[in-house]
């Protein structure tokens, strides 16, 4: 426990840790400290002078977010001389502030435009030209208007501390100063628009959301991005059914106020103009749009038909659908159809590390573990590139709290800037370039171990084994790919006991039904059995539906509620926000077909899938509250020793700007340079 | 032919750093060595790092950058035994307008510096130093790399100072063209390769400067002073001045009189035998208008204030200061509106912008200002320009601010005239 100190703010007694910054004390007791500059992740600026205070027996006011409280200090926040000093300074700001708020994005939302109508200086005496330059395009979603910059620095911070990126700076000096992008006229970067977010006045404005809406006539709606697996919360702005904004400036979620580019603009391949918006059914001609009830009525025929023959399904579940989703399609495809061979694209080996960690139940890490805990390893992966937010989280451990970072990777990452020890391996050698740290590790007082695909079976079996041996409390995430890949596999998405895979179904040659639920496996694999039919519930017309006997056209994760589990094995809900005509969820679907088979699945609503859900699949009997109420609930699905399964494991290896087949629906993920192909070529890095 | 120096020196000087400057070949080593060189080093290298400190403090010299902080304190202020190496800066990024004495202290006798950041080093076991010059310096910069490489090959820099078997490395760092770089922690970040903008404090330099190490920075005068101070005890320095106010400096008159230059005078000398004997008077008989007394930073005296002798507490009593040694003459002729905007021209256009109201505020003022030249001055500006000034006072992130409002609040304050004048659309005659 710290020492405490008592100080006296406004009259009023308040204790606090001694060496606390002045501003967050008095913030915690709900006295308003103005300030700019001033970000509690970020590094102090004191360089907007809005937070000065009165501190008895120092001659000059003092700033409030570098000054640490100290025993018997006696501060005032409200104080003629600290009014008329905030004054001072709006109005020093306004002078070449262009005074264009109709017209500004951040008209509404905006910290100057808040701090002028509490603190004053709305009038102003400058009667002088203001500076002017004019606005810059600095990507297709970065837009910088120079003279609306207050030069806070916020984004220079949260670029470079944040994202790790650095891509901006200060050019000139003096009132011409100016935020610069590394390119000198251009961005490259990771595109996140954590500036843009972190930007308190409407500077940095983006470039797919500038101009769309006033912000007071949005409604915002927190759900969870349908990206990676790392299960962020995006507060997506709605105005009438459309999303036009991506952000989480009001910090919910386990990712603060971190997204990347996929969280804050990969939401427009919903409005793509190529979604399906209607049932179809092969025809000689192509495919013909046909009602839901036909279609619906045709499949249940045809399914309930082959069950009657004994025939042969295969049905492929998706990383993207709810949890509540795939046990319904689980629970399908078992009792109603009669089948195992039920699987998804899995792209960890959740199976092997269930089982090897069977009867450790403190050894799954979460999101926050991964920002607390004194040492990360990370082996096998490009988490700058896959798991931008477990990457944005290390980096923050290491800037508050120092945190020992270890990458071993087959190349280099961004984790190297913060690591004690970067090992490059070979693809294989991952495990002798752990067991090289092994000395130091053993030295650590707690170590979580993040490790991508290349550690499997056998070899993640002996990681575990090495976790267990070096003697300090190891915890482990083992990475997979997207928004609910780690809830397709906990809610039994699997071909278990003696199921088919999905390559053997794929492979099957006696295969009499496909059903593949948001999933693209015939992109890269033929479908061997002739006479099986097809049917796809997708989002877009994707290489599996092409073949498919009928599509049904899928609602997409931000139009429905439900919940996912991200790579950390936390539970979160989703939010519908958009709404497209002719869609429905996959549950609805699932649900309406078993209604049309004569299926007693019980009742397709989420709340009620996620009771059942809650009730009988382990370690998934989480507080209801929490998820509820938007949080983060964990889940421990270690119960014991877990079964091999037949399949393939691969990650997808999708960097920044790609997200599978969901990503060549995104405009801006295709807009901006970094993505695949463009500026550096096919590499994609 | 004799010696072409920067202005003839008068007899009225008391030479104790500028002793050599007249004489031939006085930048070089051997002739620093034939007139009492590196006398001070040897003795200092057989003494106590804390008697150097109290020889020093002793003396009571006072930093000859402008803010004249004891300079035997900040030396004890440096860990001399922390396990990280300690690091000397030499502040030669002499910008404040109005002051040119540093350049001559190089240019003539970069060697006496060399001793007194060696003898730094002693008392703070430092064995690195860096001269960090402004960059438009230029021309200096090759003078103390030839004044550096001579000391190397001679023997009074590397790895056996003097014989003494003690290793010393100094290197000369070029500014970059900012104002800003002479506050002592911009000059830092410039050093390391960074933009130049202050650093908050604390930690102080002393603590944790150049790159994190305890760092010993002084202007180039405070460590030119070092030698004598050492090698004729600071007792003797001391009572060449003022109590508190030990020694002599180097004041560079300028403006409005017949010998401008740069005089070494000791502390409490009087200002107006100062304008009058030393620096020859003003021009024509014309009567003394205001002094600018240690640099532009410095609130103006009007004529009637500057009956007072130079030292710093004098001019901390009347609400100003000796600054940095750049004393400005103005004569009845100054337009105080043209110089006031001259002033402001200057900080605005050197205001780093990293603080709100700096980089608004002396924009805003410069403005006003030019505004109020061109002839389109309003009654209200007059008390705008003071109300400005002072919002920015004691509110910047480094003094630069206050730099530029003091000056600006004493020249509307004590010149309000002039500024009236222009309302009734006269301008005085230049």
């Known amino acids: ?685 | 032919m004799a010696k072409q120096l920067f202005n003839q020196p008068s007899p009225l000087e008391t030479m104790v750093l500028s002793k050599r400057f007249a004489l031939e070949g006085s930048e070089t080593l051997d002739v620093y060595l034939k007139n009492d060189g590196f006398k001070a080093f040897l003795k200092a290298k057989e003494m106590t790092p804390e008697a150097i400190i109290d020889e020093v403090k002793a003396s009571a010299l006072r930093g000859r950058g402008g803010a004249g902080f004891p300079t035997g304190l900040k030396w004890s202020f440096v860990p001399r035994t922390s396990p990280k190496p300690r690091v000397i800066v030499v502040n030669a990024d002499e910008s404040e307008p109005g002051t040119c004495k540093d350049r001559l202290l190089i240019e003539y006798d970069p060697h006496q510096m060399i001793e007194g950041i060696l003898i730094a080093g002693l008392a703070v076991d430092a064995h690195v130093g860096y001269v960090y010059i402004r960059g438009e310096y230029r021309y200096l910069i090759e003078k103390m790399d030839r004044a550096i490489a001579e000391a190397y090959s001679k023997g009074y820099l590397g790895n056996n100072v003097a014989g003494t078997g003690w290793k010393f490395d100094l290197y000369t760092h070029s500014g970059a063209g900012a104002y800003e770089c002479g506050e002592e922690t911009a000059l830092l970040d410039s050093l390391e390769g960074k933009r130049g903008i202050p650093r908050m404090k604390p930690p102080f330099p002393a603590v944790a400067g150049a790159w994190g190490l305890p760092t010993l920075l002084n202007n180039v005068e405070t460590f030119s002073a070092i030698p004598p101070i050492i090698r004729d005890g600071g007792a003797a320095f001391a009572a060449l001045g003022t109590p508190k106010n030990g020694g002599t400096r180097l004041v560079c008159i300028s403006g409005h009189v017949n010998k401008p230059g740069v005089y070494e005078l000791p502390l409490g000398f009087p200002m107006m035998k100062a304008i009058d004997e030393v620096a020859g008077g003003i021009p024509g008989g014309r009567k003394l208008k205001a002094v600018v007394p240690g640099g532009s930073s410095c609130p103006i005296l009007t004529a009637s204030e500057c009956d007072i002798p130079m030292d710093y507490d004098t001019l901390a009593k009347i609400g100003s200061m000796l600054g940095s040694g750049g004393m400005v003459v103005l004569d009845e002729t100054t337009d105080m509106v043209r110089f006031a905007l001259r002033i402001m021209r200057f900080y605005q256009h050197e205001s780093c912008g990293w603080c709100i109201p700096c980089r608004e505020g002396t924009t805003w003022l410069r403005k006003i200002l030019q505004r109020f030249y061109e002839g389109h001055g309003r009654r209200e500006d007059i008390s705008l320009l003071g109300e400005l000034s002072k919002n920015m006072l004691g509110r910047t992130f480094c003094a630069l601010g206050d730099a530029a409002a003091m000056p600006t609040i004493s020249i509307v304050e004590k010149f309000t005239e002039d500024f009236e004048r222009y309302l009734a659309r006269e301008t005085v005659a230049v």
């Open chain 1, 1 to 685: 426990m710290a020492e405490l100190v008592k100080l006296n703010i406004n009259g009023r007694e308040i204790q606090a840790e001694k060496g606390a910054l002045l501003i967050e004390v008095a913030r915690q007791n709900g006295i308003e400290v103005p300030a700019f500059c001033y970000h509690e992740d970020y590094t102090l600026q004191a360089a907007c002078r809005m937070c000065l205070v009165e501190i008895e027996k120092t001659p000059k006011l003092q700033v409030g977010c570098t000054t640490p409280v100290a025993e018997g200090m006696v501060v005032h926040t409200e104080s003629d001389v600290v009014k008329k000093a905030r004054k001072g300074t709006l109005e020093f700001l306004l002078t070449n502030h262009p005074l264009d708020c109709p017209v500004c994005d951040k008209g509404g939302e905006c910290e100057l435009q808040d701090m002028v109508f509490r603190y004053g200086a709305g009038e102003s005496r400058f009667v002088e030209r203001k500076h002017h330059v004019d606005e810059k395009q600095w990507s297709p979603v970065v837009f910088f208007d120079a003279p609306r910059c207050i030069l806070c620095y916020r984004c220079v911070r949260a670029c470079n501390e944040g994202m790790g990126v650095g891509a901006l700076g200060i050019g000139n000096r003096g009132v011409i100063s100016e935020i610069v992008p590394n390119q000198g006229d251009h961005l490259e970067c990771d595109e996140c628009g954590a500036c843009i977010d972190i930007c308190p006045v409407g500077a940095l404005t983006s470039g797919s959301y500038r101009y769309q809406t006033r912000p007071w006539e949005m409604d915002h709606v927190g759900t969870i991005c349908t990206h990676c697996a790392d299960g962020c919360k995006t507060t997506l702005g709605v105005r009438v059914d459309k999303i036009v904004r991506g952000n989480n400036r009001d910090r919910s979620g386990i990712n603060n106020e971190f997204l990347c580019v996929k969280g804050r603009y990969a939401f427009d391949f919903v409005e793509h103009p190529e979604r399906l918006q209607s049932p179809m059914l092969k025809t000689a001609k192509g495919h013909e749009p046909i009602s839901w009830s036909k279609a619906i009525s045709l499949i249940a025929n045809k399914f309930g038909e082959t069950v009657l023959a004994g025939g042969k399904f295969g049905v492929v579940g998706s990383n993207h659908t709810t949890n509540e989703e795939n046990f319904f399609l689980a629970k399908f495809a078992r009792e109603g159809l009669g089948t195992k061979n039920i699987d998804h694209h899995r792209t960890g080996d959740l199976a092997t590390f269930f089982d090897a960690l069977s009867g450790k139940p403190d050894s799954l890490a979460s999101s926050g573990d991964l920002y607390n805990v004194k040492a990360v390893l990370v082996v096998g992966s490009d988490l700058a590139q896959q798991h931008p937010f477990l990457s944005f989280q290390i980096r923050a451990n290491f800037r508050h709290h120092n945190a020992h970072v270890y990458a071993v990777t087959s190349g280099p990452v961004r984790e190297d800037n913060q690591a004690i020890a970067s090992v490059r391996v070979q693809k294989g050698g991952e495990l002798a370039g752990v067991e090289s740290q092994r000395d130091k590790l053993k030295a650590e007082v707690n170590l979580v171990i993040v490790f991508g695909d290349a550690i499997q079976g056998d070899a993640l079996r002996k990681l575990v084994a090495f976790g267990d041996s070096l003697g300090i409390p190891v915890k482990y995430v083992c990475l997979v790919d997207y928004s609910n890949s780690r809830g397709a596999f906990d809610m039994g998405v699997l071909p278990r006991d003696g199921g088919l895979s999905r390559e053997q179904v794929l492979a099957a040659a006696d295969l009499d039904v496909l059903w593949v639920v948001g999933a693209n496996p015939l992109k890269n694999a033929a479908l061997a059995s002739k006479k099986a039919f097809v049917v796809v519930q997708d989002l877009f017309l994707s290489e599996t539906a092409q073949q498919a006997d009928i599509v049904l056209p899928a609602a997409s994760a931000y139009e429905k509620s439900g919940t996912v589990t991200n790579v950390c094995g936390e539970v979160q809900k989703l939010k519908a926000a958009a709404k497209v005509m002719g869609t429905k969820t996959d549950l609805e679907i699932f649900g309406l077909l078993a209604k049309e088979m004569g299926l007693n699945l019980g009742i397709w609503l989420p709340d009620k899938v996620f009771e059942e859900i809650r009730k009988t699949v382990h370690g998934y009997n989480v507080p209801l509250p929490i998820v509820a109420t938007g949080g983060a609930a964990p889940t421990m699905p270690l119960n014991g020793r877990v079964a091999a399964l037949p399949g393939s494991i691969a990650s997808a290896n999708d960097t920044l700007f790609t997200s599978g087949s969901l990503s060549k629906y995104s405009n801006v993920l295709n807009a901006v340079m970094e993505s695949p192909g463009k500026l550096y070529g096919g590499e994609g890095k």
